[in-house]
């Protein structure tokens, strides 16, 4: 058994050593363009700045370390050029000499990733703008920051890496500012969801234009890069970042055939097999089952492209292992905040058609009688029919991709919101509360679905057509509440139930739904039809600060 | 429809609030004989170490917010006296005014918590000696340590509550010795777990007496008490702490022939109904099921506290809403290190003759190219047969009650360790790895069930008559090895394959684990039958350090 395998990083690494753990016959060559196998690509935003301060840390794995520990031969600088699927060959270039040559193969493994998503713009290859993808890349970077002085960047693009890359050139006191094509930075967020990193990456010194798409660049006589926009803006700065996002690399598959899917990435069942039988794709080139939605997704996460990289190997050697799919679990942390999410959106699944429910809640990240419990922003979404957990969206500063990991690892099993009510988790003070915010988004939920409490979201009620209720303290009333509001603080609200229409739904608010849920329990227990807008004030705020329409003049 | 819950505190508190929330009608009376209603009894240590400064800080709610937000009336320095289960009354006596009266109920919910455990040893009653679990016990404990300038302590008992007040008490420059019958702290960790706990107290002063057993006090004239131990000891100190435990308050329920379990605690249905079906009982005071072994154990938690004080409600109201179980997940932070648990542990198995297997890992508490990765102490337990998960154990600086409240969520789904090895958890370089911890217990544990790579234990090997091979660096090696190992580093295994004997069963190891795993894939693949210890010298050592007596002597 030959196995050929294109591609070092993550998912080809994993499968080149999980083969060797399945056979000491079996001969596998591991072929690489870059200069190095293995390497931490997670880690490059903190090598640019210089938090992970040796290269040397982001190899996982030397060439040497393969060669001696698991009999694999690494061919670094070698291209593969072309696949003979016929033949059962692959045409690979040697970079550093130049030598082209064949190597048969009795099962090709394809890994060769994701590139950096270059749009054709004008100026789009003067020098000072940069992708960020390999080891090579994040030195050009830090050699151009130290050689330039570099003062101020733009990062076109705020996603994952745009985001990180942020926090890290802040570090050098470069002056920064993010392009984003769409209206919220971390697009597989929800847009109410992103509000508070846009205040907080602002309160960092950060400026934000969004819903701004980049037209072309213009290189200055001092070095300097002027980006242009669609909407007339001319940014000048010292350094651009490309954080666009990343592309399926499929040349060589394209090439030879193999399929090739809606998404752009290569095509494979749940072994990573591709349409040819003796060829396996995995990592950031294929395209994987949305674990929610059943789509065909291309998301580049390492843990994933590490087990498909097992799974490919498992398959080679006729064990029958399969891929789950993806969920989509990540995490970026953006100064202070983190932000973390599992499973699908809502904007996803609006556009696909599912029926769902969702909650928002703000709860602490400890019990609030320990010093220091910061809020964790947090949106759940479920099916409305028995309650299975769809996906999970946090944002705060402490213990955020820990209730994104439970919800995770219960997703998996297709577990539901009461699943989440029940979840027996570590509590003592410092780490959380006897109702941990799983418990409570779970309660929240599971107390809708039950009719107990159903609930409300900003962005679907008419403002114009219902009557709501504050039942917030006057105080906090007289400071700013929604438009025609009647306030009637919570403890109030036995005495005062006469007041209210019998006729009319009842949408109740408070701070962040808690009060609203007690007065909308009295409420229903009387005979009121009462609803609570899910996470009071607070969503009210993260929809208005992401400028929902609807939403934007009522207040008074 | 009339309820009386007596008790206060997380389940009672809970039950009252959520009966209200399903009627409006209903009278709720909720009595305790303290001075308080539901206090944060988790916190009370940390409020002796003024780590919480206000001791309001610790109320949860008062009379007055129970009044005015959900209309019920809280009686403080009431106690029941006794029940008429025949009339369904209470006797009730005003422990301010000696007044006694009657009060008849539909309902009756009893949560009176559990008492700590003072064992009738000669002197245990002197001035000096406390238990906290109630405010002003924690009140006293405080002005105890002000007037009497304390300088020394004992704590009897080395379990949760000990544990915490040590931390806590050496904020005050307090010289610490920790007294503990059994020969580990935290009991429901298995030995060699707490191993590291042992000598991270010790790294910070603390002085632990493990497997003594107090046999009384002796008070002085400088109002310092001397300790006495059952081999000898007399240790004397300014202060003394008791937290030998807790033991279910079931005196009412007895007097009126409530049944009672083995365990001692009031026994109930999944409703949370007593063996009277007018009258439920939820909190510390009741027995409930082990959610793993089917056992009825009193584990005094405030999670599920409050979710059966919700259970009962339901109940009494109609509804079906069942209680799970207690898993038993629990946390405790010690100085820097945080131990945290879920599920059933290895004591526990063994003695039920559970079939289990087990594996121990010591994986980074996020990737390891990133700055300051600090190992995590793991082991998991988990079914022979179908490779349920049964328990987790773990114990680091970070990132540990996070692993373990993932593994809880999978457990509450019946999951298994193939479902830990495909986890898609949050990953970016600070919160944790391509593989998680979590995915790393999943598939160590899954190679062993599929037999690609079984474990061996230190604790269940005989030493005699065993072939060791140590994959480590000669260099490891000489500094110190296991009694008669043949050292073959790994990168050196396949060249030196014929030395190895192959009618033998080899037992390989290395320094946590991972060389061995490669080494018995590649012994395996070339007809060896090789076992990986599990762990490696890390896991011999936390036993070793244990005391374990088959280990003790076989390193050169």
Chains 1, 2 share one sequence.
Not at 82 to 110: C, F, H, M, Q, W
Not at 133 to 145: E, F, G, N, V
Not at 315 to 325: C, D, E, L, V
Not at 412 to 441: M, R, S
Request: include cysteine.
């Amino acid at each position: 058994m030959k196995i050929i395998i294109v591609g070092g990083v993550a998912g080809g690494a994993s499968c080149a050593a999980r083969a060797r753990r399945l056979s000491e016959e079996a001969e596998i060559i591991l072929i690489d363009r870059g200069p190095y196998v293995s390497f931490a690509n997670c880690g490059l935003p903190y090598y640019v700045g210089d938090v992970i301060h040796e290269e040397e840390n982001l190899l996982v794995a030397t060439p040497e370390l393969f060669k001696n520990r698991f009999n694999i031969e690494v061919r670094l600088e070698n291209e593969v050029a072309n696949i003979s699927r016929d033949k059962k060959t692959v045409e690979i270039k040697d970079l550093k000499t130049g030598r082209v040559y064949v190597e048969p193969y009795d099962a090709l493994v394809l890994s060769p990733g994701a590139s950096p998503i270059k749009p054709p713009l004008p100026g789009i290859e003067s020098e000072g703008i940069f992708v960020l993808r390999t080891i090579p890349d994040s030195r050009k970077i830090k050699q151009w920051i130290t050689e330039k002085k570099v003062k101020s960047a733009v990062i076109v693009g705020g996603g994952f890496i745009g985001l990180e890359m942020a926090e890290n050139l802040s570090l050098f006191g470069i002056q920064l500012s993010i392009i984003e094509m769409q209206t919220q930075v971390l697009p597989p967020f929800d847009p109410e969801m992103a509000s508070s990193l846009h205040s907080h990456l602002k309160s960092h010194g950060v400026s934000l234009c969004l819903g701004e798409a980049v037209t072309g660049f213009e290189k200055n006589q001092d070095s300097s890069i002027t980006v242009m926009t669609k909407g007339g803006l001319k940014m000048k700065s010292d350094l651009v970042i490309l954080s666009i996002g990343v592309r399926p690399e499929v040349k060589l598959a394209k090439e030879c055939a193999l399929e090739i899917g809606q998404r752009g990435g290569i095509r494979v069942n749940e072994h990573m097999q591709t349409s040819d039988a003796h060829i396996w794709a995995v990592g950031d080139a294929v395209e994987s089952r949305d674990f929610i939605t059943g789509e065909w997704i291309t998301v580049p996460l390492a843990g994933p492209a590490n087990r498909q990289g097992r799974v490919a190997a498992d398959s080679i050697f006729g064990r029958t292992t399969h891929f789950r799919g993806i969920q989509g679990t990540a995490v970026c942390k953006v100064f202070e905040l983190i932000a973390a999410l599992t499973g699908a959106n809502e904007k996803n699944l609006k556009r696909l058609n599912i029926p769902y429910q969702k909650v928002y809640l703000y709860p602490g990240h400890h019990a609030g009688y320990y010093p220091n419990a910061k809020p964790i922003d947090m949106k759940i979404l479920f099916s409305p029919k028995d309650g299975r957990i769809l996906g999970a969206q946090a944002v705060g500063e402490e213990g955020v991709e820990k209730r994104i990991d439970v919800i995770a690892a219960l997703i998996q099993k297709n577990g539901t919101v009461y699943d989440l009510e029940e979840a027996e988790l570590c509590y003592a003070p410092q780490f959380g509360a006897a109702k941990d915010p799983v418990n409570i988004a779970g309660m929240l939920a599971a107390n809708a679905l039950r009719n107990d409490a159903p609930l409300a979201h900003w962005d679907q009620i008419d403002f114009k057509n219902v009557f709501f209720l504050d039942v917030r303290s006057s105080e906090e009333y007289s400071a700013e509440h929604v438009e025609n509001a009647v306030n009637i603080p919570l403890d109030k609200i036995r005495e005062n139930i006469s007041a209210l229409p019998r006729e009319k739904e009842i949408y109740v608010y408070c701070g962040v739904g808690q009060r609203g849920y007690y007065a909308v329990r009295a409420l229903r227990c009387n005979g009121f039809n009462a609803f609570n807008l899910s996470g009071g004030m607070k969503s009210y705020k993260a929809f208005t600060n992401q400028g929902l329409p609807t939403v934007k003049k009522v207040m008074q």
